[in-house]
């Protein structure tokens, strides 16, 4: 198996996974304005993306000039990696391609233990991506605990480019954010990322 072929709520049962009710993951989590390179280039951006409206436009359009300037504020110092396979735990089928990883260590050629795992969801159907993305959440804990860096949380999301989904997996406990964030609030969804990498340092 890859993580696409995992389907939600099946991987809950396959991968031996609680159940959470869903809630507000990010309550109180303060918004981060962005840059200001993002604010002038990013409408046109999403004009763009809605116009042509494919999955490819979404991501060039939408996630990738999203999550560079969330990366730009750390000068370095997380990983933000794009379509690379992602060999988590191959004897289990935890392996695929992830549309974007984000980790804490410094970006570097290969995928350092990450903390977020982000999917495109396809024929913009978010409901249909949550099964890779809870298995890719698994493969990155997992991945993560093998050499010696588990994290307390691995946070995944399902985006359409215009709607994203957040969950959380904690103590094999799968919980998905009870609100869907919009692009439209570019300012939420940078503090959130921060909120999950943690603060940005000084300088």
């Not at 392996?95 to 570097?108: A, T």
Request: hydrophobic share 45%; with cysteine; charged share 15%.
């Amino acid at each position: 198996m890859a993580f696409s072929d995992f389907a939600y709520p099946d991987v809950l049962t396959q991968l031996s996974l609680q159940y959470a009710p869903p809630e507000d993951l990010f309550a109180g989590v303060p918004p981060l304005a962005p840059t200001q390179g993002l604010a002038l280039s990013f409408p046109a951006a999403l004009q763009l993306a809605e116009f042509v409206s494919t999955e490819k436009a979404r991501s060039e359009w939408m996630i990738a000039p999203l999550l560079a300037d969330f990366w730009g504020r750390y000068g370095g110092r997380i990983g933000v990696y794009s379509g690379m396979t992602f060999a988590a735990d191959p004897p289990n089928g935890l392996v695929g391609v992830c549309d974007f990883l984000v980790s804490r260590g410094p970006q570097q050629t290969a995928v350092t233990p990450p903390v977020v795992v982000i999917f495109e969801a396809k024929n913009e159907s978010i409901a249909g991506g949550l099964g890779q993305c809870v298995a890719a959440m698994v493969g990155a804990d997992r991945a993560n605990r093998s050499v010696g860096q588990p994290a307390d949380a691995i946070f995944g999301c399902v985006t359409t480019g215009t709607a994203w989904r957040f969950l959380r997996l904690r103590n094999n406990t799968v919980t998905l954010d009870s609100h869907v964030r919009t692009i439209d609030h570019a300012d939420q969804l940078l503090g959130i990322l921060v909120h999950i990498v943690g603060p940005i340092p000084p300088g």
